[in-house]
T-cell receptor
Framework: GAVVSQHPSRVICKSGTSVKIECRSL??????MFWYRQFPKQSLMLMAT?????????EQGVEKDKFLINHASLTLSTLTVTSAHPEDSSFYIC?????????????FGEGSWLTVV | GIQVEQSPPDLILQEGANSTLRCNFS?????LQWFHQNPWGQLINLFY???GTKQNGRLSATTVATERYSLLYISSSQTTDSGVYFC???????????????FGTGTKLQVIP
């Protein structure tokens, strides 16, 4: 079946550095991918919608200059957390929408645990 | 925006028991999905169910779109069912180009031996 792969699954970085998370759709083309953030014991919150070949659409309150999103191809979207701080430590997860006969189905990556020290 | 509420927020079950999880949403939606998030954070798609009833083994789901709710039934629960269950509603974007997903508040399920 459809698979969305996310990498890395875990990353620890120093405060002030930048870290990139990749999201790939492995066997289908995804013109749109989504990035979510989840704080402990809370629901997933949509950060931005990544559109292939165009600028991402950010949700209210999400800093676009801090969370850079690039959707360079139909199978790859990247999220770069720039100048990371400890409060950016969180679980980040991507998803991609696959258009099928019965409609659109959302598939999720495995998620990435980011720890900023 | 659309509100998606799940109940109960927490649930503890004895192994073998049955349960019903509920998802209420405040506006019309194009589709609805149920997910299970395991302790490692991975989201597993359980059902894609904009309306009607579907069954998959011990799990089944029913969505009544006109009344804006969906139910997830877990029968003969097992310890491996533990985790957080999310419903997510999908709505077409204003441009019509993609669907926007809004997650529910989640139900944390713990199945004890």
């Amino acid at each position: 079946g459809a698979v969305v792969s996310q990498h890395p699954s875990r990353v620890i970085c120093k405060s002030g550095t930048s870290v990139k998370i990749e999201c790939r759709s492995l066997d289908f083309q995804a013109t749109t991918m989504f990035w979510y953030r989840q704080f402990p014991k809370q629901s997933l919150m949509l950060m931005a919608t990544s559109n292939e070949g165009s600028k991402a659409t950010y949700e209210q309150g999400v800093e676009k200059d801090k969370f850079l999103i690039n959707h360079a191809s139909l199978t790859l979207s990247t999220l770069t957390v720039t100048s990371a701080h400890p409060e950016d430590s969180s679980f980040y997860i991507c998803s991609a929408s696959r258009i099928g006969i019965s409609g659109n189905t959302i598939y999720f990556g495995e998620g990435s645990w980011l720890t900023v020290v | 925006g659309i509100q998606v509420e799940q109940s109960p927020p927490d649930l503890i079950l004895q192994e073998g028991a049955n349960s019903t999880l509920r998802c209420n949403f405040s506006d019309s939606v194009n589709n609805l999905q149920w997910f299970h998030q395991n302790p490692w954070g991975q989201l597993i798609n359980l059902f894609y169910i904009p309306s009607g009833t579907k069954q998959n083994g011990r799990l089944s789901a029913t969505t009544v779109a006109t009344e804006r709710y969906s139910l997830l039934y877990i029968s003969s629960s097992q310890t491996t069912d533990s985790g957080v269950y999310f419903c997510a509603v999908l709505r077409q974007s204003n441009s019509g180009g993609y669907q926007k997903v809004t997650f529910g508040t989640g139900t944390k399920l713990q199945v004890i031996p």
